[in-house]
């Protein structure tokens, strides 16, 4: 049986996959049944059992455990393509990608040892990043992304309560395949300018 850890563990995995599906394919441009069939299709897929464990075990260990952040934004994203539902605006997800690719750049270098500063060490629990952080939340809400400053918080709200594996605040503000589906949203930018020009027309 399952444990509740486990399944929800199963559809973060699950919502990673329906998020690159999202990104790759051109769903957009199929109709509203055609979209929901194929999204909770992939997402079947990736509970059923392969090789004695569900598929997300694969997914999971291939690209490790999604952060909050990225989890938000895979909801948004999937909801925004499937439902025309506008979480964030264009220019919102333009400065949410830099941001992203900035902290990338400040972490993963870094942590793998390339110089003597481990920012890794700065997640847990350090003052400058969380001030850093309130600046950030404070400014996208004042030029009204929302969205952004709501997924920061909340990001910060679940390290708070140990809600990962992790108790280090980089693991719930970013990850790697975060960061690849970011960067296809850059040459493959689907789900907002299609959508966006659906609307329009």
Avoid at 16 to 23: D, H, K
Avoid at 40 to 58: C, E, H
Avoid at 106 to 119: C, E, I, M, N, V
Avoid at 167 to 195: C, E, G, H, K, Q
């Amino acid at each position: 049986m399952i444990s509740n850890i486990a399944l929800l563990t199963g559809l973060s995995m699950a919502l990673l996959c329906v998020a690159f599906a999202t990104t790759l394919l051109p769903a957009n441009k199929l109709p509203l049944a055609a979209r929901v069939v194929v999204m909770a299709g992939i997402a079947l897929l990736v509970m059923l059992p392969l090789s004695d464990y569900p598929g997300w075990y694969k997914v999971r260990g291939i690209f490790g455990d999604s952060s909050i952040t990225a989890l938000l934004f895979y909801i948004a994203l999937v909801m925004q393509q499937t439902f025309s539902w506008k979480f964030y605006r264009d220019k919102e997800l333009v400065l949410l990608r830099r941001l992203v690719l900035v902290s990338a750049l400040l972490l993963y270098p870094f942590a793998l040892g390339l110089t003597q500063f481990d920012s890794y060490s700065l997640g847990y629990a350090n003052p400058w990043m969380l001030a850093a952080l309130l600046a950030i939340t404070l400014f996208c809400w004042f030029r009204q992304y929302y969205f952004i400053a709501t997924v920061i918080a909340v990001a910060v709200i679940a390290s708070s309560l140990h809600l990962l594996e992790s108790r280090n605040l980089w693991d719930y503000l970013i990850d790697p395949a975060f960061v690849l589906i970011l960067i296809l949203t850059w040459f493959m930018p689907s789900a907002t300018i299609a959508l966006s020009s659906t609307r329009n027309s």
